[in-house]
Every structure is written in structure tokens, then in C-alpha cells.
């Protein structure tokens, strides 16, 4: 890791400022050769963390911007080595001039996630703390992102870090006493062994009973919108998302494939489908519309069925509302709630029925309420939430290895072969922090993340 890597750590189109970034030994000597203080100081007599005005040269020495330089001295810097950014205009061929002098200086072009991936290798940050970062980079809501930023904080970390710390005492102390038995070292107890599987268990549960919400969180909810056709789940889409997304009209069958739009009800962020009407197809078209419909709500971790409650109920009705209720949660809204009504709530198989007009938004706030108390009630956003699959992954191994070791220890077997599981557990958690991950497990994190971050 001691070459000099550089990058455009800003995006690819026209903005008021962009970053060229350094880090490596020597990464201070090469920007010296591209950028050129205003007070004739070199850049490597500068103090750290000052930002400090100047003018960037292309590899050809012409002047391409004036610009401002700050320089991070080891260890105090976001990857742990020598850093150097340079803060330049936004122009994008601008910044690939002043990359490609850094280049033609000694640098090389860093590679995806290199400089958060240097920041973990140098102590810098744990890998979930180095996961976060993307996390916190792809968040599409202000609670995705407040849940990353706490796991950038450590937050993650200071759960996990008591249970292995607990299970590393544990597994000395017993091979203190089994290496050492002249030593005056307390004897190993089963109470103490029982004890620490006991709240290992226990915290490794609850970590784990938040990845549910997590990935709502992370990744939004996955919700279908079924219903005949006609019913108004195209208008209900443009109301909930705010713009006119889907093409709605008199005529029935207008949507004959699947949408999908992001859309945000206060904390909570729906991936919402609108679907063809569920009928009796009358050509291939509309056949493969239905197919994807049915489908769409078997994928779907929310169903929202929308009746026309102007009109009786019919079978088309009868089949929209089974696929809904196929659907982990699900609930039914009475649309059309301006015209004179035809079917109740009564009338429908659903623990919840909301009856509002898509068309003037009426009664719209009743539904966004209710998915805010099923999606977003009492969950905390402050990166105590498990939001990551591979994490949610090695601390299932964790649990899994806790619960071996319990067995075993019911079962009369002897500390020895009790804590071999205890040590899967650690080696399971160990790959959440980094303290035992694998190079390849490590480098397919960091593929994840763009260049120059």
C-alpha cells in the first residue's frame, strides 16, 4: 500500500466543486508537481489540516484552475497514511486534466474503495464502520442515513465488541487453568461458562431481530398495488409519489405491465408496483400483465388492494383481494370516496380498510399513517439497526454456534468441546468486524464502493 493512488472523489457531471484526492507515501511530492501555493511555500512545509489557496497546472504546465490544497499527515487522516486533497472547480474535463498530471507525476488511479479500504487495513475504521460508508453514500432517506451514520460512529461495533471480548476471556481463562494448573489461577467454572453463552445468546437475538426492519430501512419496502381494472391504482401511485408517474385514464386496462416507483410516506420509502388489473385477459398482452400482477404481489412484502367502492364487488375483485392477501401485511382501500358509495368495509376480508379518494386526495393522510406505524413506529436510527445482509449473515453463524454450545454443555460434554463452538462464534464475529475476515470476503466489500472513495 505505499504507492501513491489518486481520484476524482467527486461525481462525473458539472458541479460548483470538485476533489482530487491523494493518499500514500509520497502522495505530498507528487501533488507538489501539479499545484503551486500562492505564498511560494512548498506543499511539503505546510501544516496539517489548512486549507490553502494555490493554482493546478495540467500535465503540460498550463494553468487549468485555481484551486485549494489540504494535506493530512500519517496517521492523522482518513485512510491513516500521507493525504492530500486538492478542492478545484466542478468542471469534469478540468479534473481529468489535473488527474492525469497527478498520473504523469507518479501517482496510479485508485481503485474502487481503495481509500476507505487503506482506512481499514491502517486501524482506521472496522469493517463495519467501512461498510457504513457506502451505506451512508446510497441512503435514499434521512433515517437510512442517520442509521449509517451511527454505524460509522461505531455503534455496530459496541455490541459487538462486549460479547467477543466476553467469549476471549471466557476461552483463556479456561486454557489458563488447562495450560497452567501449578499457576494460582481460579478454577473454571461451568456457572461462568453457562453465563456468558447465556447473554451471548441473548444479545446475539436481539442484533438479529432488527434486520427485518433494516432492510426496509436500507433497501425501502417492497408494496404491490392490486386491484380490478379501473379501480384507480394508478391514480393512488401518482397521489402517494406526488407526480403524475402512470399514464391514468377512463379506459379500462390502461396499465398492462408492471411500474415501480420509489415512494416516500414520511420515514418510510415504498418500492411501489402498480399492476395491470387483475380480469379475465381478452388478449396475450393483457394475459402477460395479469401473470406479472399475480406475481408481483407473491414478491411483495405489502399488498395494497384498491377497490372502486362505487361499484358492487365482483369476481375481478374477489381475485385481486386472494393475491393481496397473499402478502405478509396487507390492507384494502375503499377508493372513489367522492362518488356515492356501493360496498363498505364490511364487506371486505381485511383487518385494515381506509376509504379515500385517490382522485382529490382525500383521506390520503389515513393510509400514509398507518404504513408509518407498520414500517417506522419505534424504530431507532441510530446504527444500532442491522441493515447489512453479510453482517446479518456471519452473526446468524454466531447464534448458531452459541446455541451448539449450549446444547453441549446441557448435554454433559466437557468445557473443552463446549468452547470449540464458543470459538466458531468469535471467528463468526470476528468476520463482522474485520478482526478475522478473509482477503477475498474483504475485497468483494470494497468493490461496492466508487472510484475516489
Known amino acids: 500500500m505505499s504507492d501513491v493512488i489518486a481520484a476524482v472523489a467527486t461525481g462525473k457531471v458539472p458541479c460548483a466543486i470538485g476533489i482530487l484526492r491523494l493518499s500514500g507515501d509520497g502522495c505530498v511530492q507528487v501533488a507538489q508537481q501539479v499545484f503551486s501555493l500562492e505564498s511560494g511555500i512548498s506543499l511539503t512545509e505546510v501544516p496539517n489540516r489548512k486549507l490553502l489557496l494555490g493554482k493546478l497546472f495540467d500535465r503540460h504546465g498550463r494553468l487549468i484552475d485555481q484551486a485549494m490544497a489540504v494535506v493530512c499527515r500519517a496517521p492523522h487522516s482518513y485512510t491513516g497514511e500521507d ?14 486534466a489535473g488527474l492525469e498530471a497527478l498520473f504523469a507525476a507518479g501517482a496510479r488511479q485508485a481503485l474502487p474503495g481503495e481509500f476507505t479500504k487503506r482506512a481499514f487495513l491502517n486501524g482506521q475504521l472496522d469493517l463495519t464502520q467501512a461498510e457504513a460508508v457506502i451505506d451512508l453514500i446510497d441512503a435514499e432517506t434521512a433515517d437510512a442515513a442517520a442509521n449509517a451514520a451511527g454505524q460509522l460512529g461505531g455503534a455496530l461495533l459496541q455490541k459487538i465488541d462486549p460479547i467477543y471480548n466476553e467469549l476471549i476471556d471466557l476461552c483463556s481463562h479456561f486454557h489458563a487453568v488447562l495450560d497452567y494448573p501449578d499457576e494460582d489461577i481460579e478454577d473454571f467454572g461451568m456457572e461462568e461458562l453457562a453465563g456468558t453463552l447465556s447473554r451471548a445468546g441473548n444479545a446475539l437475538s436481539d442484533m438479529l431481530s ?49 411500474v415501480e416507483e420509489p415512494v416516500r410516506i414520511g420515514r418510510v420509502l415504498l418500492r411501489l408496483t402498480d399492476t395491470a388489473g387483475i380480469r379475465e385477459a381478452y388478449d396475450q398482452i ?28 365482483n369476481e375481478e375483485d374477489r381475485r385481486a383481494m386472494k393475491a393481496a392477501k397473499s402478502a405478509p401485511k396487507c390492507l384494502a382501500v375503499l377508493n372513489k ?18 376509504s379515500l379518494s385517490a382522485k382529490n386526495g382525500d383521506n390520503l393522510d389515513a393510509l400514509k399513517e398507518i404504513l408509518e406505524q407498520w414500517f417506522a413506529e419505534g424504530i431507532p436510527c441510530d446504527g444500532s439497526v442491522l441493515t447489512n445482509a453479510r453482517q446479518f449473515g ?45 482477503e477475498d470476503i474483504t475485497n468483494r466489500i470494497f468493490e461496492r464502493f466508487c472510484v475516489g472513495k
Open 83 to 96: 493525504t492530500v486533497e486538492l478542492q478545484c472547480h466542478g468542471s469534469p474535463a478540468m479534473l481529468a
Open 210 to 258: 432488527t434486520f427485518e426492519h433494516g432492510r426496509h430501512l436500507k433497501h425501502g419496502v417492497k408494496a404491490v398495488l392490486l386491484g380490478r381494472p379501473n379501480a384507480g391504482k394508478s391514480s393512488l401511485l401518482n397521489a402517494l409519489a406526488g407526480f403524475e408517474r402512470v399514464i391514468v385514464t377512463e379506459i379500462a386496462g390502461t396499465t398492462r405491465d408492471t
Open 286 to 313: 393483457e394475459a402477460l400483465g395479469v401473470a406479472r400482477s399475480e406475481a408481483a404481489a407473491k414478491e411483495a412484502e405489502l399488498a395494497i388492494f384498491v377497490c372502486d367502492a362505487s361499484e358492487p364487488l
Open 394 to 438: 456471519a452473526i446468524t453463524r454466531a447464534k448458531e454456534a452459541i446455541c451448539r454450545a449450549e446444547t453441549a454443555l446441557r448435554g454433559g460434554m466437557t468445557p473443552d468441546a463446549v468452547l470449540t463452538d464458543a470459538e466458531d462464534a468469535m471467528q463468526a464475529l470476528g468476520e463482522v468486524t474485520g478482526r478475522t475476515v478473509r
Open 337 to 354: 370516496s367522492d362518488l356515492t358509495q356501493c360496498v363498505s368495509e364490511s364487506d371486505l376480508p381485511f383487518d385494515t380498510v381506509i
